[in-house]
């Protein structure tokens, strides 16, 4: 499984910034995938999640701010930040996902990758 996440940078509180993951190694139409993040010194967290059909899951961290949305015809997950706040700062990994749950309770696929990194200044 390979998972290549891009998008992030640095972005000012208020504005906005799209990721991007392309996946490989797994049969992608068929597969929940998320986006997780870490920020130093926490836990990594699973914030939003989509089903193979479309159907999503946000934490209340992020709802109404981000979405998430996939490409099955180009193993790409998107998630796309608006209203960005200084707290959304952390490196941002895509990854599959079991089931439409969020938080920082997850079942850990591996092969993580190297994320991207989100930086929001005040």
């Known amino acids: 499984v390979q998972l290549q996440a891009s998008g992030g940078g640095l972005v000012q509180a208020g504005g906005s910034l799209g990721l991007s993951c392309a996946a490989s190694?797994?049969?992608?139409?068929?597969?929940?995938m998320g986006w997780y993040r870490q920020a130093p010194g926490n836990q990594r967290e699973l914030v939003a999640v989509i089903a193979s059909g479309g159907n999503t899951a946000y934490s209340d961290s992020v709802k109404g701010r981000f979405t998430i949305s996939r490409d099955n015809a180009k193993n790409t997950v998107y998630l796309q930040m608006n209203s960005l706040k200084v707290e959304d700062t952390a490196v941002y990994y895509c990854n599959q996902a079991e089931g439409l749950r969020v938080g920082v309770d997850f079942r850990d696929f591996g092969s993580w990758g190297q994320g991207t990194q989100v930086t929001v200044s005040r």
């Open positions: 190694g797994i049969i992608f139409r068929l597969t929940i």
